[in-house]
């Protein structure tokens, strides 16, 4: 039973730049959720997406987007980037929205803006 | 607002001895859910345990044990005859009704050395 999987592992992108993050939920698993995390702090979360809809936000500005696919699957896009938005991005997926409900993560994409 | 205090940075221990890792929350809800998150260098967050705000009694599952205290807003978790593979950043969260996603601690180094 694959876990939750993240892709690119690693991105260099120059600033000002697009990218484009992507996630493929644990199996059974119907949401996903993304977390910022800037070395040597705590992830933060960014958004949630459930039924193919952005359920909940973070404070984070809207050059952060996202979707989901009918397959549960994500992606996490970032315009106009910015040095500071070097960091690892986690993708955590879990079934249903309830607070009663275990969260599985990736292993991240390790972004790096120059 | 949600808020995890993790006070310590970083800990080194000798292998076998026992290591507490504190944990400090603000919520105002009244019904939230507690987290350990295990960090290794791959980048993906393990999930150790998840404790709710209505059941305060303290449980060992092997070699992990915590101590939940409403009174002082406080999760501690202890590692029992640590080794060298618990080596690790260590998150504390917090996830609540008012605010369904999780609030991450800024997280502890863990250094359990042979």
Redesign the interface.
């Known amino acids: 039973d694959a876990g939750v999987t993240q892709s690119p592992t690693h991105l260099i992108k120059t600033r000002g730049q697009q990218v484009t993050l992507r996630c493929s939920p644990k199996s059974g698993h119907d949401t996903v959720?993304w977390?910022q995390q800037a070395l040597?702090?705590?992830?933060?979360?960014i958004f949630?997406y459930y039924e193919e809809e952005e359920r909940?936000r973070?404070n984070f500005p809207d050059r952060f987007s996202g979707h989901q696919f009918p397959n549960y699957s994500s992606e996490l896009n970032v315009n106009a980037l910015w040095l500071g938005d070097s960091a690892?991005y986690?993708c955590?997926s879990s079934f249903g929205?309830g607070?009663?409900t275990?969260?599985?993560?990736?292993?991240?994409t390790?972004l790096t803006v120059v | 607002a949600q808020k995890?205090t993790q006070a310590q940075t970083e800990i080194s221990v000798v292998e076998k001895e026992d290591v507490t890792l504190d944990c400090v929350y603000e919520t105002r809800d009244t019904?939230?859910?507690l987290f350990w998150?295990k960090q290794p260098p791959?980048?993906?967050?393990?999930?150790l345990i998840?404790r709710?705000s209505f059941d305060e009694q303290n449980e060992i599952s092997g070699r992990y044990s915590w101590n939940f205290q409403k009174s002082t807003s406080s999760f501690n978790f202890t590692i029992t005859a640590s080794q060298v593979v618990d080596s690790a950043v260590y998150?504390c969260?917090t996830?609540?009704?008012s605010?369904?996603?999780?609030?991450?601690?800024?997280?502890t180094q863990l250094t359990v050395l042979p």
């Open positions: 959720s977390y040597g702090q705590g992830p933060q979360f949630q909940q973070g690892l986690l955590a929205v607070m009663n275990e969260a599985f993560f990736g292993q991240g390790r | 995890v019904t939230y859910y998150y791959s980048g993906e967050l393990v999930f998840r709710n998150f969260a996830l609540s009704g605010a369904r996603q999780l609030t991450f601690g800024s997280g």
